[in-house]
Nanobody
Framework: QVQLVESGGGLVQAGGSLRLSCAASGRIFSSYTLAWFRQPPGKEREFVAAISWSGGSTTTADSVKGRFSISRDNAKNTVHLQMNSLKPEETAVYYC?????????????????WGQGTQVTVSS
């Protein structure tokens, strides 16, 4: 069992930055792929970024490439999402998720564990 708790969400103006964090506990955190998803109001959950267990591989959605970056600290059992140049349409609940394999990263149903989410609101 893996427990995930997100933090760092809030209200930010368009063009601003936020850094989300996800603290993990439970089973061996360092062996899991970690990812961030987001769910805008009234829309489906969508993939944002993922990082392999070693941190050596990262994948980001085309829509956030160059603005968002994912990192992890296995010693502290945390994963971060640095978000820069935020846009109003990126207002959403942001979720941390984990799975074992570093493949099928965009498939929501492939993830074993989810956090409760943190709200990010980008004002225009």
């Amino acid at each position: 069992q893996v427990q995930l708790v997100e933090s760092g969400g809030g209200l930010v103006q368009a063009g601003g930055s936020l850094r989300l964090s996800c603290a993990a506990s439970g089973r061996i955190f360092s062996s899991y792929t970690l990812a961030w998803f987001r769910q805008p109001p009234g829309k489906e959950r969508e993939f944002v970024a993922a990082i392999s267990w070693s941190g050596g591989s990262t994948t980001t959605a085309d829509s956030v490439k160059g603005r968002f970056s994912i990192s992890r600290d296995n010693a502290k059992n945390t994963v971060h999402l640095q978000m820069n140049s935020l846009k109003p349409e990126e207002t959403a609940v942001y979720y941390c998720a984990s799975k074992q394999a570093y493949r099928g990263l965009g498939r929501v149903d492939d993830y074993d564990y989810w956090g409760q989410g943190t709200q990010v609101t980008v004002s225009s």
